[in-house]
């Protein structure tokens, strides 16, 4: 018997293409990693520190491919934007890891999506409150399944893309990321410790935009497959 005075939540964890589950700790996000979407958000493509933000591991949601997923429209927003991102999932971890062994943490890559109510996160912003409001919606996480490197490979480059009602939306490719995911893995170790079980979000192109209930989101990358989500 254990001691917990309820039922233990599930465990996150996000399908292994060809069979497995990865069990989900923590969901990093990165903000602003491509030039042209750090200026279409009123910011400034820089190499100063990039800056984090955390999704909670329950916010996930698995996507299967070649399957369209009903998600959910959150409540209280008006302006609920797709950011197609390629997510990074963390099979080890440490302090200070330096950039050159940063890969060898990567256990594999997935598509995903950060869902973002807008008009809560620029509230946010203009009060200098925290993001959660925008950024932490129940299913704001969709992921499609991870692809582990040894089989993929690492991917640096390769088009990443997000459709709507068949219409390109974000067209871009992986090279043209700010902070590349090995520098992501290091810069976020200097201020976590990180864990097997980790997940980076690891930004997005420009072109973010609202959707609607009714429409359909098909978010793609190069050699990690699609994922289909329609908005219910
Ligand atoms: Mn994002």
Not at 4 to 28: K, M, T
Not at 31 to 44: I, K, L, P, Q, S
Not at 209 to 229: P, W
Request: hydrophobic content about 40%; aromatic content about 8%.
């Amino acid at each position: 018997m254990s001691d917990y005075v309820i039922a233990p939540p599930p465990q996150p964890a996000v399908p292994v293409l060809g069979g497995g589950l990865f069990p989900v700790r923590r969901v990093y996000c990165i903000g602003r990693n491509y030039a042209a979407h750090a200026r279409e958000m009123g910011g400034d493509p820089t190499r100063e520190t990039p800056f984090f933000f955390l999704k909670p591991a329950d916010a996930l949601q698995p996507c299967a491919a070649g399957v369209v997923v009903d998600h959910p429209y959150p409540p209280a927003t008006d302006s609920y934007h797709h950011e197609i991102e390629m997510v990074v999932a963390l099979q080890a971890g440490g302090r200070d890891i330096p950039v050159e062994r940063a890969l060898a943490c990567v256990y594999g890559y997935a598509v995903g999506l950060d869902m973002t109510r807008r008009d809560r996160q620029n509230d946010m912003k203009a009060k200098g409150w925290p993001w959660e409001i925008g950024k932490s919606a129940d299913a704001s996480a969709p992921i499609g399944p991870i692809h582990p490197a040894a089989k993929v490979g690492h991917r640096a480059k390769g088009f990443i893309r997000v459709a709507v009602d068949g219409a390109v939306k974000q067209e871009a490719d992986l090279s043209q990321m700010i902070w590349s995911v090995p520098e992501q893995i290091a810069i976020l170790s200097r201020h976590y410790e990180l864990k097997a079980g980790d997940l980076i979000y690891s930004g997005t192109p420009e072109g973010v935009g609202a959707v609607k209930r009714g429409q359909t989101m098909a978010g793609a990358i190069e050699g990690l497959g699609e994922i289909t989500l329609r908005v219910v």
